[in-house]
């Protein structure tokens, strides 16, 4: 009388998209809208001032 490793793997992938649907229903729900015309366009990343910071920061 236990429960078999088939049931046991179907339940957790059962939780696993329920946490994650909740999740994702949540923050939908939580968050701000994006005003994307105060985004800066994508082909302006990396523009700008170069970062400062340990060796991995410097170009």
Known sequence: MGINMTTFSSLRIWVFWVVLVGFF??????S???NLRK?????AIGSGQAP?????ASF
């Not at 985004?39 to 082909?43: F, L, M, S, T």
């Not at 400062?52 to 991995?56: D, E, L, N, P, V």
């Open 25 to 30: 229903v949540w923050d939908w729900h939580d």
């Open 32 to 34: 701000r809208p994006i």
């Open 39 to 43: 985004e800066a366009p994508i082909i």
């Open 52 to 56: 400062s910071g340990g060796h991995c």
